[in-house]
């Protein structure tokens, strides 16, 4: 869900770049090698693979991996993902399988995430749409 919360947060807010392969607070290329093993996939099945989760995450929008700009890159002769994300002029909204407690009906869950400096904040319904009017102004 950390790939979803992220482009959501950027696509919510300014925009911004996402690298998976390199250490987020040190900026030291890790490479992919570990995630394709786990994954048992190489680099076109790595891509397939975060498209398919954004699709599970974003269900309402069959559109979802081609709004970011995904690619694989080579730094330092490893292979390292760069998505890019866009500020969006509509919200990016995932949601999660849940259910309603009283009568274990099964729902979709939806999550309002935002970039505020270097995180992903979950904000409220009614904060969000508060945020959205001021983006929109931008």
């Not at 093993?37 to 974003?58: R, W």
């Not at 995904?70 to 866009?86: H, L, P, T, Y």
Request: charged residues 30%.
């Amino acid at each position: 869900f950390r790939i979803p919360k992220a482009i959501s947060a950027f696509a919510n807010s300014l925009g911004g770049q996402i690298y998976i392969g390199i250490e987020d607070r040190t900026g030291k290329v890790l490479g992919l090698e570990n995630d394709y093993d786990v994954l048992k996939t190489d680099a076109d099945g790595f891509e397939n693979q975060i498209c398919g989760c954004l699709e599970k995450y974003f269900p309402q929008d069959k559109a979802i991996c081609s709004k970011p700009t995904m690619k694989m890159i080579e730094i330092d002769g490893q292979d390292v993902f760069r998505i890019d994300v866009k500020p969006s002029d509509t919200p990016f909204i995932p949601s999660k399988d849940g259910s309603v407690k009283s009568t274990q009906k099964p729902i979709r869950i939806p999550f309002f995430y935002v970039r505020v400096g270097n995180s992903s904040k979950d904000f409220t319904a009614p904060n969000f749409i508060k945020h959205w009017i001021e983006h929109l102004d931008k």
